[in-house]
């Protein structure tokens, strides 16, 4: 059965300082993979994706994110983090080997960022 | 397009009623999941369409919950009879045809059950 694990609840980091999100997944096949994020009251919005190739993925508002097959990681990255960066970040996974169509996520990681 | 269409936005229920959340989800998209959000639980997947067809409800916490698609641009995820422990924000979201496209979320119905 796929499955995702976000293994931090929560993330704090300084205005400017680099940010990592971790995310590792578990599937039978080839995964599709995403990252979302939620603000306050609000539903859940696309970052980016990783399905082939490059194992370096980049997103929405500067985010990108590091395909690892042989860790089974997808961690989300940002060079530079913005006080605005602060939400709730989710990690998604698809097995297209294997009910192609169902979409898991993770519990979700709370990023804070502090100026 | 409008995106995915939740309604309504809140809902207030006393224990033991009937509760329908409805979703039009994006026109051409063949996928149709529902999540519910939950701060113990995180993110659960409840069910998803295909084509209009359920295809996994393994997520359906229990008999108190069914979901139906009747066509294409239009779904229902009722709970009969209600309780505080459902008390949650669900999602509605839609996806097109291929597993490598991402989903589209609605705006959520907070569902407060007293």
């Known amino acids: 059965a796929q499955s995702v694990a976000q293994p931090e609840d929560q993330v704090n980091v300084a205005e400017g300082n680099p940010l990592t999100v971790k995310c590792t997944y578990s599937v039978s096949g080839n995964p599709y993979l995403f990252w979302y994020v939620q603000y306050p009251n609000r539903g859940l919005q696309f970052l980016l994706k990783y399905i082939t190739g490059d194992n370096l993925v980049k997103g929405s508002y500067g985010f990108e994110a590091e395909f690892n097959k042989s860790q089974t990681s997808f961690h989300l990255k940002k060079p530079s983090a913005l006080v605005s960066d602060s939400a709730l970040y989710f990690c998604a996974v698809r097995d297209p080997s294997n009910q192609g169509g169902k979409l898991i996520f993770g519990q979700g990681t709370e990023l804070s960022v502090k100026p | 397009d409008a995106g995915v269409i939740q309604s309504p936005r809140h809902e207030v229920t006393e224990m033991g009623q009937e509760v329908t959340l409805r979703c039009k989800p994006i026109s051409g998209h063949d996928y149709l999941f529902w999540y519910r959000q939950t701060m113990m639980r995180g993110l659960e997947l409840l069910i998803y369409?295909?084509?209009?067809?359920?295809?996994?409800d393994s997520g359906m916490p229990e008999d108190r919950f069914s979901a139906k698609m009747p066509n294409a641009s239009f779904s229902t995820l009722k709970i009969q009879p209600s309780e505080p422990r459902d008390s949650a924000v669900y999602f509605c979201?839609?996806?097109?045809?291929?597993?490598?496209?991402?989903?589209?979320f609605g705006q959520g119905t907070r569902l407060t059950v007293v």
């Open positions: 979201a839609s996806s097109p045809t291929t597993a490598n496209t991402e989903a589209f």
């Open positions: 369409f295909n084509n209009n067809v359920p295809i996994d």
